[in-house]
């Protein structure tokens, strides 16, 4: 609710600050002393039109700025949008602040609690905080998104709406899925051909690890096996097999008779037996050596053929490894990641399959319920519909009426309903809610936006809000002109039911008629006084004898009898509020 109100440099206002209450404000003065001047300021501060003309004469900026207590459901999506934006909260959580400061130039800044916004993000807080009866651009009940809520919360459906959404959540997250799925099915179907004909390509090789070196070995062999038996042959005769008649001795021959010098040695001088042992101990792995080198020669081939198979083998691997590579675990890294990524999208069929029998089980679900959910609707609205008359009927307005129009949209991927239909689905339901009032007898009813001005879209209003005031979340209401045309036996009937709405709201009204005046819990005088050649607006509140004064000069003929008239007036409104059952 709306706790305090500054305006300055505002049109004939200088400087005002008003401090409303949490129940029924009344505004009253004589016409031209600024009263809807008040509501124009409003206006602009919830995001309407920032026009230079309402910078007063001599000025160059203009700055409305309020302090609104967040209390109730509003509250709570107010905190949201905060955190959304990330603005903190004022002084204390349940204190906001929005101020619009309007330049000669034309540019108009937006704040909320001091910080900087622009004009969509002040317009979104500002929408759940005040609705302005005579401004139709701040007014909910004209815009047709706030219909099926109103009726929902007004029929108590809110639970039922809720367990529906839910479901056609996961309808719309399915179908998202599908969506995805089917429209990578020919670039998967692409992959999957490429996987298969990699994968094939290095199952054919079936490669090893390590082979590449051991084929590399075996391949220097082969291809070097005529000068690895001339090198082994003079290692054999140089160890003393083969023929070396023409060269040096053989190192057998000569180790052998170091053994036996060093025989002879140790038997004068025992001293000399490791050395004739290690003497002995090399001749013996002279012979082990011979005996490899000869296995070794032996073991060597001149193969033409499996040279061939080397190289091509070698070949084969080197083709794989520059393809999946740099190495050979490189490329079985790559098939074993392959392998996993075609079983993934070979089981998109699978997938497929799965999700639109999912999708039929919540089509039926979601038409099922969303048809009982229609059911309901369409019984609560002909509760509002006689309730909205009734009090319409209260007003003044007998042969004005109200209707409730429920209507379903076809759509051919909407859920199946009856006989074949197909009807369109959001998380509210299957249904298009919009209110129609014919505020005249003989006219036909006709879209509640599209309704005459003035006093009589204000007393509609107020018929909506009376019966609807519990269902509607929005913290204050602003009427203004809701008393055009009306006589006092009405304007009592108006107060009446203005003041019942402060059980669920706070309640601003500007009138020109003592009897809906008389029902406020706070009243404001509003006047113009005049400072030299300047008009200025001043504002306050009137108790006691001065609120009695104020009233009957609203009537027209001040004087004794007008204010014991005025007494009564005053007293049985009190009765009424203090035994009212709206409390």
């Known amino acids: 609710m709306i706790r305090e109100l500054t305006i300055k440099n505002f049109a004939i206002i200088d400087e005002l600050r008003l401090t409303f209450g949490p129940g029924f404000n009344v505004l009253t003065g004589e016409t031209g002393a600024g009263k809807s001047i008040i509501v124009d300021a409003v206006g602009m501060l919830l995001g309407g039109r920032a026009d230079s003309v309402f910078i007063r004469s001599g000025c160059d900026t203009a700055l409305v700025e309020g302090i609104f207590k967040l209390v109730g459901e509003s509250g709570n999506e107010i905190r949201t949008l905060l955190n959304e934006e990330g603005l903190d909260h004022g002084v204390a959580d349940s204190d906001l602040t929005l101020g619009r400061e309007l330049r000669s130039s034309g540019r108009n800044i937006c704040r909320v609690n001091g910080r900087m916004v622009n004009l969509v993000v002040l317009r979104r807080i500002a929408g759940r905080l005040v609705d302005v009866h005579g401004q139709s651009d701040h007014l909910s009940l004209l815009h047709v998104r706030e219909h099926l809520k109103l009726l929902d919360r007004f029929g108590g459906l809110e639970d039922n709406r809720d367990e529906l959404g839910a479901e056609v959540r996961e309808l719309n997250s ?31 090789v079936a490669i090893l690890p390590g082979e590449e070196d051991v084929l590399e070995e075996e391949l220097t062999r082969l291809a070097n096996a005529e ?88 070949s084969l691997i080197k083709e794989l490894t520059r393809k999946y ?54 019984e609560v609205s002909g509760k509002l519909a006689k309730l909205v008359m009734a009090s319409m009927s209260d007003l003044n307005m007998d042969g004005a009426r109200f209707s409730v ?6 759509d051919s991927e909407g859920v199946l309903v009856q006989d074949g ?100 819990d ?26 009695v004064e104020e009233l009957s000069q609203m009537v027209g003929s001040p004087g004794e009898a007008m204010r014991e008239s005025v007494t009564s007036l005053l007293a049985t409104a009190e009765r009424e509020k203090e035994t009212s059952a709206i409390r």
């Open 421 to 520: 239909r197909r009807v369109g689905v959001d998380v509210s339901g299957l249904d298009r809610v919009e209110f129609l009032v014919a505020p005249n007898p003989g006219e036909g009813l006709q879209p509640i936006a599209k309704i005459a001005s003035g006093g009589e879209t204000s007393r509609l209003m107020l018929a909506l809000r009376d019966v609807l005031s519990q269902a509607d979340h929005k913290p204050t209401l602003i009427f203004d002109e809701i008393d055009q045309g009306v006589g006092g036996r009405l304007g009592a009937i108006i107060g009446r039911k203005l003041w019942g709405l402060t059980a669920s709201h706070q309640v601003l009204c500007i009138t020109h008629l003592p009897q809906l005046a008389g029902y406020g």
């Open 325 to 378: 590579g740099p190495d050979v675990t490189d490329v079985l890294e790559y098939a074993k990641s392959a392998r996993s990524e075609l079983e993934n999208i070979t089981g998109l069929d699978a997938r497929i399959n799965d999700l639109v029998t999912r999708e039929l089980a919540l089509l039926e679900s979601v038409g099922n319920v969303g048809v009982a959910l229609s059911l309901k609707r369409r």
């Open 522 to 547: 706070i009243h404001f005088k509003v006047a113009k006084e005049m400072r030299g050649n300047r008009t200025l607006t001043r504002v306050f509140v009137v108790e006691g004898a001065d609120r």
């Open 405 to 410: 129009d429920i209507d379903w949209r076809d």
């Open 174 to 204: 399915v179908r998202a899925q599908l969506s995805d799925l089917r429209s990578r099915e020919r670039e998967l179907a692409q992959r999957v051909d490429l996987l298969r004909f990699n994968l094939n390509e290095i199952d054919v």
């Open 227 to 314: 000068k690895l038996v001339e090198l082994t042959e003079m290692a054999l005769r140089l160890v003393g097999e083969g023929d070396l008649a023409d060269g040096p001795p053989a190192a057998g021959d000569l180790l052998g008779q170091l053994a036996q010098s060093l025989e002879r040695l140790e038997r004068i001088d025992v001293g000399l037996h490791e050395q004739h042992v290690l003497a002995q101990s090399l001749l013996e792995q002279l012979r082990d050596l011979t005996g490899d080198l000869v296995a070794y020669r032996d073991r060597i081939e001149f193969n033409p053929i499996r040279l061939i198979e080397v190289e091509a083998r070698l």
